[in-house]
């Protein structure tokens, strides 16, 4: 039963995530350390694993139907950045696990930084249409706004999150439905890093079998019904959806935060 409940998180959140690009790590994540089942650690990986898997199908499946969106000459180096970063942001979250006497109190830093970030980037959504963008294409620039991307989504264990689409919209001046898809992207070079960087260094968490399996067919099944979505939904839509995720994830985050401190 534990487990349908998983892939139905997973399912909704992925939906949701392939629609607006935020990966879906974003709402499984808070979510799954409000209800308590695992600690932060697993949760944090199998949220990572699931949000792998659907960006994976994601990006494929737009690659092998030739709608793609990707402008692969921003967003390759802004995914290898975001691999880079990946390491970095995983490597960070294992020192601090391996410092902490209680490894849940992480649940808190981790809750704390996605409040300030998913808040941040509601006030700029709310506001996008007063703010300058820009439109970087320098090499070295891209690779270091991907690193800093990496670094935040693995270290929170988010897959990548609102904050990917501020960036993009921001210094890339990307319409909603371009960034969404690009995003995903950059959180499938990330995710990936991040988990080679857990087996290399052995320090995958304990965790059941059928945690991952459910976890995971809810991420791609989710990818799917997203993609279906977002064809038939228009950039408004996508916007009001958008600002209507980052409410209830903010409130979420207010009761982690309360709840691990």
Do not use: H
């Not at 409040?115 to 006030?123: C, K, P, R, S, Y």
């Not at 270290?155 to 993009?168: A, E, H, K, Q, T």
């Not at 070079?189 to 087996?199: I, M």
């Amino acid at each position: 039963m534990v487990y349908l409940l998983f892939f139905g998180i997973c399912f909704g959140a992925s939906v949701i995530g392939a629609i607006c690009g935020i990966g879906g790590g974003v709402i499984i994540k808070p979510l799954m350390d409000a209800l308590g089942f695992m600690d932060v650690p697993t949760i944090s990986f199998l949220s990572g694993c699931t949000v792998l898997c659907m960006t994976a199908y994601s990006v494929a499946e737009s690659k092998l139907s030739g709608r793609s969106n990707i402008e692969t000459k921003t967003s390759l180096p802004l995914g290898i950045g975001g691999a880079i970063g990946g390491i970095a942001g995983k490597a960070l979250f294992q020192y601090l696990v391996s410092i902490s006497a209680d490894k849940n109190s992480i649940g808190a830093v981790q809750a704390i930084c996605l409040f300030i970030v998913t808040a941040g980037t509601l006030v700029y959504t709310l506001n996008k249409s007063k703010i300058r963008t820009y439109q970087i294409t320098n090499i070295g620039a891209c690779l270091s706004i991907g690193v800093l991307l990496g670094m935040m989504s693995s270290f929170l264990g988010i897959g990548g999150g609102p904050i990917n689409l501020v960036i993009l919209f921001f210094f890339f001046s990307m319409t909603t439905k371009i960034a969404a898809e690009n995003s995903l992207y950059i959180i499938l070079f990330s995710q990936l890093a991040s988990l080679l960087q857990s087996l290399i260094t052995n320090s995958v968490p304990e965790f059941e079998i059928g945690a991952l399996i459910f976890m995971a067919a809810g991420g791609v099944c989710g990818g799917i019904a997203g993609r279906i979505f977002n064809k038939k939904i228009g950039e408004n839509d996508v916007n009001r959806l958008f600002i209507a995720l980052m409410v209830v994830i903010i409130l979420i985050n207010i009761y982690n935060a309360y709840k691990f401190i």
